[in-house]
């Protein structure tokens, strides 16, 4: 798995993300902190093998540095989903990791479609 990412900006996180194959999930983050969503993974079966809730949706989204650690976390509702930015083949990849996974096989692995500011 790639590393994660360090000295990470808002900017480079603004724009549009997809993540593929089984989590099919795509996340837009403004500039001024509000998110959208479409079929965001909200859970999955270890047991079965796959995603067992998705939702649409709007809220908002943070980067904090705490300590040197960055933290960026999507705000669903009353839910702050810790996402992961990893750092590959010179571009980010957002790592979702829905409900219980425990060595993160599963993860949604958003990548970055385009990096001009949504309207």
Not at 11 to 37: F, K, T
Request: overall charge negative.
């Amino acid at each position: 798995m790639e590393p994660e990412a360090k000295d990470v900006s808002r900017s480079d996180l603004v724009g549009h993300w997809h993540a593929g194959e089984s989590c099919d999930s795509s996340l837009v983050l403004e500039e001024g902190g509000s998110a959208r969503w479409k079929h965001w993974a909200t859970g999955y079966s270890v047991r079965d093998a796959r995603i067992t809730g998705r939702q649409d949706g709007q809220g908002s989204w943070t980067l904090e540095t705490v300590k040197g650690k960055q933290y960026f976390e999507v705000k669903r509702g009353n839910t702050f989903e810790p996402m992961t930015v990893l750092q590959g083949d010179g571009r980010l990849i957002l790592l979702q990791i829905p409900g219980e996974d425990p060595d993160n096989s599963i993860g949604c692995r958003f990548e970055q479609v385009d990096n001009q500011k949504p309207n």
